[in-house]
């Protein structure tokens, strides 16, 4: 079976409709993958970025981006690396008011037993995991 890595415009096209003559180019490699005629491989710096332009170009809701997100790296043909981490960068992302980003290294850091350093104080304290600032 033929495995493909997804850029993000064509997540973003299926999931906007915009333009609709992509919309329907990436719908159809969405319903091959679904059917199980290729696997599309969708990298964690890909769905950031998807994510990113869903809520700062289209302005969703982040609650309805995760929803989508969790949908799509759990349907029929998708893969991703590490979907237990994504899944829950995701979740906190949503629940805690986070940017995705933050809430993927905060649990990436935290699985490895490492801190992270931000000035971020806002979103790291919101996060599990250990962090601090530079001095």
Known sequence: MTRLWVDANIVLR?????????????ARLMARAERGEVTLFIAPLVLAEIIWVLRSFYHYPMADIANTMLSLISAQGI??????????AIEL???????????????????????????DENDFKRLPGAWLAPE
């Open 93 to 119: 992302a949503r629940d805690r008011n986070v940017d995705f980003i933050d809430a993927y290294l905060a649990v990436h850091a935290a699985k490895q037993g490492e801190k992270i350093c931000t000035f």
């Open 14 to 26: 299926f999931l906007t409709g915009d333009p609709e003559a992509l919309a329907q180019r990436s």
């Open 79 to 88: 893969d991703v690396d590490q979907p237990d981490l994504l899944i829950q």
